[in-house]
């Protein structure tokens, strides 16, 4: 052998390390999307607040993943996001240009075993998760003004645009349920951003968006006094009990507005399966993913692209008045809370089930 085949050889044998370390568990550094697109997968209609942190996020992403590459993000709505999980399990490969993210309305289907639903938790890994709040709102038409006149809404008739009876819009019918209002849910609609938009056009007249959604197309609305906010879901506190949510400090929490309108706090087997299902799904409410055959590589540098994330001055600048005053999670933490968001007690879904009986949806298997 020459010296040129000698040195030849040994700059293959050395490419083919490189190449190999860059597929091993720990080579985040030789990872690189350089010229590459990843597809982020946004089971719900343009305006929601998935589709907000997906737009949000983006550039950021961009900005820190190694190689720079393109976000493309694909709206797949239907089903209350159903039909764009199903077809994110069924299509999205492990190569590190899949993403998907998903909100209340994709776990607690999954959870109380909506026939609708092909996909399964376990085929996917954490990625990050955002817990959110959400925010209840009228119309001045029903002549309320603010939160302190929500009593005058107990003998109206409130129509509210549900996307389905095991969506994230399950919060809403137990929590109006619990207050004693007079809400009639029309099915059907596709995610939540079509509620605001039946909102706008008169079709209902009570509605609620997640914190992204709120802040960015309903705070134009209230400004222009065409909606009237009335409470918050509220956070929990760190002894347990549910405060005030940072977002929106000067709106009441359920809890309050129980409270006033009952004339007492809140407590029964209702109650605690409406915070039980309130819990998991709003800390773990928005979560984003992969397939669980990603290698660890790109799961790493996903996760180190969002803790760079968290540090920059320009998210930190603009996250509270765009996604609201809620912090990112990753790594053991996201492991925790997507765990927490993925689980119900036997004793909850039995009590939902019965719950939903009264609207004509079966749940029994």
Known sequence: MNATNGMRLATLALAAIVTLSCTGDGARA???FAGKTIIWTVPNSPGGGSGRIAQFLAPFLTKYLPGHPTISISYQP???SIRGANQFASHAKSDGLHLLITTGSTQLPFLLGDPRVKYDYKDWRIIMVMPTGGVVYTTPRLGIHGPSDIARLANKR???ANQGATSLDLIPLLAFRLLGLKVEHVFGYRARADGRLAFERGDVNIDYQTTPAFLKSVRPMVES?????LFSWGVLGKDGKL???PTFPDLPNFDEVYETLRGKAPSGPEYETYMSIFTTEFLAQKMVFVPKDTPDAIVETYEAALKAITEDPDYKAE???????YRLTIGKE???????GTTIRHADRKSITRILSDYGVNLSK
């Open 30 to 32: 030789g990872t690189s």
């Open 78 to 80: 239907g089903g209350g």
């Open 158 to 160: 409130l129509i509210y």
């Open 225 to 229: 006094g065409t909606a009237i906010p």
């Open 243 to 245: 405060e005030r949510d």
């Open 319 to 325: 996250v509270a008045n765009v996604l609201g005053d």
């Open 334 to 340: 996201a492991q925790a809370l997507f765990h927490r």
